[in-house]
């Protein structure tokens, strides 16, 4: 049996993936991700993630400034896992509410270790793209989340409070060197 491992999305794991997006759909995530326009293009949507100069995710408004963003699955086998989004800097939204790191692994592979895998393969390449001090930004409700990060040498910063355009935060510092 293989290792998990951190790659580019490739087009290898299109079944697997498109399985995963129905698991977050069910819990009310990445619904903006149609599974239809995987299903006939997902060649066009590989493109996409895997140009580093694009806006990856959901639109943004018009205030904040996108910036260059790797995105790298977790796989083991045949099996997409989590993904990792690597933001190469921060404009001002990033250091409150995103951070350079955003990892999400899919309902069917939680507990069962990946979380921390995954940020543990990050450090690499976050140190690679020139990010000594990592921030990662965690719902402070998400217990898993804040395990994970602190378990991987997180240190915590502080807690934003909730805004009205934006949802509260722990805000964590990584050392990536």
């Known amino acids: 049996m293989s290792a998990a ?12 993936y498109i399985e995963a997006i129905k698991e977050f759909h069910e819990e009310d995530r990445y619904t903006y991700i149609k599974i239809e326009d995987l299903e006939k293009n997902f060649e066009k949507f590989l493109e996409k993630i895997n140009d580093e100069k694009k806006e990856l995710q959901k639109s943004y ?8 963003e790797t995105v790298l699955w977790l796989v083991k086998e045949n099996d997409f896992i989590g993904t990792l989004d690597i933001r190469h800097r921060l404009n001002w939204h990033l250091e409150k509410w995103g951070g350079h790191v955003n990892f999400t692994i899919r309902a069917s592979m ?3 270790g990946f979380g921390k895998k995954l940020l543990q393969k990050a450090v690499p390449h976050l140190a690679y793209y020139g990010i000594d001090q990592a921030l990662i930004t965690v719902n402070p409700k998400d217990d898993a989340a804040n395990r994970i990060v602190q378990f991987c040498g997180g240190s915590l910063n502080d807690t934003l409070p909730e805004t009205d355009k934006f949802p509260e935060r722990n805000r964590y510092w990584l050392d990536c060197t």
């Open 5 to 16: 491992k951190l790659e580019k999305p490739n087009l290898e794991y299109k079944k697997s």
């Open 110 to 112: 939680r507990r069962k």
């Open 61 to 68: 408004p018009d205030w904040v400034d996108s910036v260059p």
